[in-house]
């Protein structure tokens, strides 16, 4: 009997080990998580609430923006919002946190709702109880990352948690941070709260995964629809509270120059970090940090030892996270049995539901720039949403999207699109990526005309780029 302790069982990870080995009659299972309500962070805190919210500002989006349209903007009530938002997410978190506890009624498996502490690399405290394991599987999430900002301390600031469950928005707002949480969250802000927003990039444009034109439609988009102020290529220096109660932001630009930016609240929007303060590891001999675990999900300082989902800080993503966890239990099989462990070799797939998720961004496998530095001879087709009549006639006509194919093989690469229905559009996608389908084996069928009609496009492009 091998026994695996599996900290953070409430979460997508978590579960996903858990479910994976409970089925096993050599394994025993004890599952900690101190959760409260529990189910994780997609589910409490993250994408399916933050989709809840935003499909609010997005129906008020297009109806300010279709002038068949006559009568008053209807405005978002923020309370009923978010009213629903927690009734919705405590049903799906109930259902989590039963999954587990069902699990816990099997005779090899139990659960320890407390706070787990290691005690040695593979020994942990929980539940005023010593419990030694042969594995332990560290799947505790990630926490909202605060900057190291000179005067972040002197100041207050919301976070995303924190706009999930606003009821009032301000007049104005400072946004730090546009990766992915803040593409979501800004134009929340705008619509709903009818909120003057600046939001801070550093760069030259958003989406650093993506290619350039995909960020500048973003700020195109942004700027236009939303009234949203996006200074680019500048930097945080320090923050400083107002006289009034608001805050002050100073940024540097690339020229040099200072500037001081004031509202009434400041939003950060700056990413996660690994939630692994409380677990004790300075009694073992686990030094997280860059590339502290391997791509089996096993630490390098002991392959006893897992760290799947956010914890492991790889790539902090819903769907990554549970096949890193199936991943994980496949390995302990293997490595108890003295088989070589299988590493996790993910095919990119991110959404990012920019633009109120009207003018969501998705991408599938490679861009052309890798394919390129992969040593891939490549046929490239682009199209401009505006393009099929379809968005226009669906009042969505921005965006563009792209396709990488491999010029001998004809073998789908990667796919980008930022329009209307991307998102729906990237399982399709996986499915051509994943499986390495030829452009020209695709079938150029439009069952009506529709969205999709985009990637009928793309493909009768590439095609057209590769040989007969």
């Known amino acids: 009997m091998v026994h695996v302790i599996v900290i953070g069982a409430y979460g997508s990870a978590g579960a996903a080990v858990a479910g994976e080995l409970a089925d096993e009659p050599d394994v025993e299972l004890t ?3 101190d959760g409260d309500p529990g189910g994780g962070l997609c589910i409490l805190r993250g994408c399916m609430p933050s989709k809840e919210v935003l499909s609010a500002g997005a129906h008020r989006f297009q109806a300010r923006h279709d002038d068949r349209l006559v009568g008053d903007l209807p405005d978002v009530d923020l309370e009923r919002t978010i009213e629903r938002k927690d009734d919705h997410t405590l049903g799906w978190a109930g259902h989590r946190r039963d999954s587990i506890h069902d699990l816990a009624e099997r005779e090899n498996v139990r659960f320890i709702h407390d706070t787990a502490r290691f005690e040695d690399n593979r020994t942990v405290h929980a539940g005023g109880e010593t419990i030694e394991g042969d594995y332990v599987v560290i799947a505790t999430g990630s926490s909202v ?14 976070t995303s948690a924190d706009i999930l469950d606003a009821t009032e928005l301000p007049d104005s707002a400072i946004v730090m941070g546009l990766g992915y949480i803040g593409l979501e969250m800004v134009p929340y802000l705008s619509e709903v709260g009818d909120t003057d927003v600046v939001a801070i990039e550093h760069d030259d444009r958003p989406i650093d995964e993506a290619d350039p034109a ?8 942004y700027r236009d629809s939303f009234d949203v102020r996006i200074p680019t290529n500048c930097y ?6 107002t006289d009034d109660g608001g805050v002050r932001l100073f940024i540097e630009h690339e020229n040099g120059d200072e500037e001081a930016i004031e ?3 400041l939003f950060l929007f700056t990413g996660r970090k690994p939630s692994l303060d409380r677990l004790g590891l300075k009694n073992t001999s686990l030094e997280p940090g860059p590339g502290w675990v391997r791509d089996t999900m096993q630490t390098i300082d002991d392959d006893h030892v897992f760290v799947v989902g956010d914890a492991n800080g790889k790539e902090p993503i819903l769907h990554v996270a ?4 199936f991943t994980a239990a496949e390995n302990i099989r293997c490595h108890h049995r003295g088989a070589t462990p299988r590493e996790y070799d993910n095919i990119t797939h991110h959404v990012i539901f920019s633009g109120l998720g009207v003018y969501p961004y ?3 496998g490679m861009t052309e720039a890798e394919a390129r530095d992969a040593g891939h001879d490549v046929a490239v087709a682009r199209r ?10 669906k009042d969505t006509p921005e965006g563009v999207a792209k396709l990488v194919a491999d010029r001998e093989s004809g073998r789908v690469l990667g796919w980008q699109g930022l329009h209307y229905h991307a998102d729906v559009m990237a399982k399709t996608m996986q499915v051509v990526v994943e499986m390495g389908l030829d452009a020209r084996a695709v079938p150029d069928r439009a069952y009506h005309p529709t969205t999709p009609e985009i990637l009928d496009g793309l493909l009768r492009d590439v095609t057209d780029e590769l040989p007969d």
């Open 236 to 241: 945080e220096q320090r923050v400083e509270p």
């Open 145 to 158: 990352n605060v900057p190291d900002l000179p005067g972040i301390s002197d100041v207050t600031y919301r």
């Open 322 to 325: 549970k096949e890193q966890g």
């Open 214 to 221: 995909f960020g500048d439609i973003v700020l195109d988009i």
């Open 31 to 33: 599952l900690i998580d």
């Open 362 to 364: 998705a991408r599938v």
């Open 263 to 265: 509202a009434e609240e």
């Open 384 to 393: 401009q949403a505006s393009d099929d009549g379809v968005f226009k006639a």
